[in-house]
């Protein structure tokens, strides 16, 4: 069974930059077509869609958040980042990392997800 | 962006329940439609991708239809486990996009 888990600091201050680990376990990490990807959830909120990394290194930004967003990936050690450059209070959120799977009638779905881990945004 | 709404954003039911949902696309994105379950303080679970196939292992009281623009998920009889918050997202375009959310709670 694929396993995902985030990794990361609980707490970033203003204006710094936001980093996290994603890693994958109990499946391949390379192969087909998956994309890994990042998603998160301000407190009693919905879900943002923050980009998705292709083992080689392919990415995909959502548009708001493009300008300090950067997703890599190190297929060595199954795992994938995320940073998020000048944050402010506004990201603060449960980041969550995901596979990306393509379905069998086109179209993809995030079909396994990390647990999430809470990044808060203070000074 | 395509924005996604659903209706109702809450809803109260009781055990054995059929509850129904919808999500609206503001464009058209033909079945690439997704339905997660999230319950409070977890990851969010797909229960259906291409607005009709049940995700495996999904309970078959879950079925959702739709194409286009407009989509359905319903719960044929509502079982305890089933309280939560359900969002809908489409995959046709990126960037990906979800639903604000319709949370089940007790009545």
């Known amino acids: 069974q694929l396993q995902l888990q985030e990794s990361g600091p609980g707490l970033v201050k203003t204006s710094e930059t936001l980093s996290l680990i994603c890693s994958v376990s109990?499946?391949?990490?390379?192969?087909?077509?998956?994309?890994w990807g990042w998603i998160r959830q301000a407190p009693g909120k919905g879900l943002e869609w923050i980009g998705n990394?292709?083992?080689?290194?392919?990415?995909y930004y959502n548009p708001s958040l493009q300008s300090r967003v950067t997703l890599s990936i190190d297929a060595s050690k199954s795992q994938f980042s995320l940073t998020l450059s000048s944050v402010t209070a506004a990201d603060t959120a449960i980041y969550f990392c995901?596979?990306?799977?393509?379905?069998?009638?086109?179209?993809?779905?995030?079909?396994?997800w990390g647990q999430g881990t809470l990044v808060t945004v203070s000074s | 962006d395509i924005q996604m709404t659903q209706s109702p954003s809450s809803l109260s039911a009781s055990v054995g329940d059929r509850v129904t949902f919808t999500c609206r696309a503001s464009?058209?994105?033909?079945?690439?439609l997704n339905w997660y379950q999230q319950k409070p303080g977890k990851a969010p679970k797909l229960l259906i991708y291409?607005?009709?196939t049940l995700q495996s292992g999904v309970p078959s009281r879950f079925s959702g239809s739709g194409s286009g623009t407009d989509f359905t998920l319903t719960i044929s009889s509502l079982q305890p486990e089933d309280f939560a918050t359900y969002y809908c997202?489409?995959?046709?375009?990126?960037?990906?996009?979800f639903g604000p959310g319709t949370k089940v709670d007790v009545k």
């Open positions: 464009e058209t994105i033909s079945i690439y």
């Open positions: 109990g499946g391949s990490f390379t192969g087909g077509s998956d994309y």
């Open positions: 997202q489409q995959s046709y375009s990126s960037p990906r996009t």
């Open positions: 990394i292709f083992y080689n290194g392919m990415t």
């Open positions: 995901a596979r990306d799977s393509s379905t069998a009638y086109g179209g993809r779905s995030f079909d396994f």
């Open positions: 291409a607005a009709s």
